[in-house]
Nanobody, 119 residues
Framework: VQLQASGGGLVQAGGSLRLSCTAS????????MGWYRQAPGKQRELVAS???????NYADSAKGRFTISRDNAKNTVYLQMNSLKPEDTAVYYC??????????????WGQGTLVTVSS
């Protein structure tokens, strides 16, 4: 399963960005999709995740500002980020758990997209 993320960039504090991540490959079903981030010198942390049924989970830092959604028909997950803060600056990674044709289950990571929030 391959994940292709896009949408990062440079934005001023208070601005918005929308990240997208599309899964491809011999996918039978996608269980969950999510976004993690890693700031310089820090560990990778969960930002938000969403199941195939639409249940969501957010980090406390993302609640009220970020919204995760998915289009199951397109195997795509989105992260709408509003009211961005300098501390949101990080490389954002897409993550997904999927069953491929043949029945094997994979957890995959995208290549990362850089989000920079200037003060």
């Amino acid at each position: 399963v391959q994940l292709q993320a896009s949408g990062g960039g440079l934005v001023q504090a208070g601005g918005s960005l929308r990240l997208s991540c599309t899964a491809s490959g011999s996918i039978f079903s996608i269980n969950f999709m999510g976004w993690y981030r890693q700031a310089p010198g820090k560990q990778r942390e969960l930002v938000a995740s969403i199941t195939s049924g639409g249940s969501t989970n957010y980090a406390d830092s993302a609640k009220g500002r970020f919204t995760i959604s998915r289009d199951n028909a397109k195997n795509t997950v989105y992260l709408q980020m509003n009211s961005l803060k300098p501390e949101d600056t990080a490389v954002y990674y897409c993550n997904a758990g999927a069953t491929v044709l043949g029945g094997r289950y994979y957890t995959s990571w995208g290549q990362g997209t850089l989000v920079t929030v200037s003060s």
